[in-house]
């Protein structure tokens, strides 16, 4: 589908009906603590719902149980096995290229600020990490896994949040629109697909069309069991570019809540770095990865190595061909991202499972306001002079 202004504009008045009503009834009836009790133990699909849940709440997992109907499995096994194959380069794309890119969102980074504790930074990468661990194990959507149910809590958390900011008044609906709104949520597909699969091109990481095309239609199906309309949502890479180029243009921009995540990003994954050798090559990756535009707006640091991370493409390059042409050695690489993916996961865990729990209360210390967009809107830098 073509975007426009009247287009977007339009998904910025659109939440998720179905977990917006089951989150309200909840919340009327006093029962969000009992919910978050009882779910707490339900982590793996199939299993039994535990007893005393409130019935709004168990019809409302009933319901979101499975699935879309029209998934295709051989493209979703496709994108599992290019992320086997690129996983240690995706952690790197999702850590410092597409988080980054939220937090280059003002209100995005206001609403992360406001539900997620500043002084834990890790529990945002945790869950992302570990809710994309999730969606690529071969039996994702099969009994016995955690993506469903992480899923399903995932939708309500976004349901809460609406309604907390809504009810408190602590959200311009006038100039901002609904918190969390259709335009935000498929911004966020297009943050965790396309502009991760732009950072790998960045990377100079060898992918395949097909590859590409499936890791998108991964998080296509993400968003539709996340509450995303797929009447709205974009089909295909094409429309995804469109999408994001809009949406960008649209709403990123320069705030304090931006570069306070960005600070703690950078020092979060410094201390996952042994040493203190190469603590600036985080900044300059994130640097590299977005751009210098995005990364003065979130007061990333110039360091030493914003020039040596340059050659990261040429470094990556050798590893790919090592890859490409040795069947042991592909082997080698994979298992060795694996390795790694997983390591950087347990750092930011601290060998816990993420529960995504609904929060009964938003954080009252960090007000939620913002100027509308129409008065904050981004403006591209300007084209360099031709000689």
Known sequence: MSYTDQSMNALRLMGDELADQTVATMFERGQIGKFNTLMRHFSTAGQDLPDGLPDVAREYLHATSTPPSWVDWGEMEKARLFFIDNNV????????????????????????????????????MAETGQFTVYLMQPDAFEAGSRFIPA????????????????????????????PICQEDMIGAQVLFSLQVLDALHRLGIHMSVDGAESYFYAWRVVAAMLGVSLDHAPADLDSARQFSDL?????MGPSEEGARLTRQLIDLYEEVVPGTLLDPLVAALVRY??????ADWLQVPRTAWDTAVKAAPALLGILERIED?????AWALDRLGQLTT????????????????????????????????????????????QA
């Open 247 to 251: 949406y960008m243009t649209r709403h």
């Open 325 to 329: 042409s040795s069947p042991l050695g």
């Open 89 to 124: 380069h995706i952690s790197t794309a999702l850590s410092f290229a597409a988080m980054p890119a939220c937090y280059a969102i003002p209100h995005v980074a206001r609403l992360l600020s406001a539900t997620h504790s500043l002084e834990y930074p890790s529990r945002r």
């Open 342 to 385: 997983v390591l950087e996961l347990s750092s930011l865990t601290r060998g816990r499972v993420m529960q995504y729990a609904i929060p009964e209360q938003l954080k009252s210390q960090y007000g939620v306001t913002s100027t509308s967009p129409r008065t904050n809107r981004w403006t591209p830098p300007p084209l360099t002079a």
């Open 151 to 178: 899923a399903q809590k995932v939708r309500l958390l976004h349901a809460s949040i609406r309604h907390h900011l809504r009810r408190e008044g602590r959200w311009d609906v006038a100039g901002l629109g609904t």
């Open 289 to 294: 990865l977005i751009g210098d535009t995005c």
